[in-house]
């Protein structure tokens, strides 16, 4: 049995229907939940609106040695937010390039790289944007031949492997061919 509280205030006394018929997820009405959800935006503007307001009276209390600081300190996280922008960008652009043409060799999608500006695939907020890249690629990496990749496995010298491991295992241990 749970406890919980009417609207009026009174307490009421229900079941749990979870131990009784098995967990069964609760159905809200799509008014009920866009309503919720506008409730929640306007939660959301107006938290970021005194954020901005709180920003902008810390900024005005600071002084001039404190600003300087201040401003090194955001320079410096947007540095950071670069630098760390371009690292992915270069594994995105590696990914696309390998999903392009599986072909490709290492050092040439280095070559590729070592002309491409990635900050033009950064934003100042750090994130990557993921559909250039994927059209950079496109344009830049060279469509695969169509060979296939030789995965015939052995020396690498081209010698058939064995299909028969017994004869194998025989042979290494001296008593056959």
Known sequence: MTVQEAPGGQEQQQQSQESQEGHEPKVYDEAYVEKLRQESAKYRTQRNEFKSQLESVRTEKMTPDEKMIAEAEQRGRAAAALDHGMALARTAFDAAAGRRNPELNPKDVEEILSIVDLRKFVGDDG???????????????????????DFEGGQGNGTPRSTDMNRTIRKLAGFGQ
């Open 127 to 149: 994130k990557v944007n993921s559909e250039a890249i994927q059209k950079a690629a496109e344009k830049l990496v060279p469509a695969p031949t169509g060979r296939v990749p």
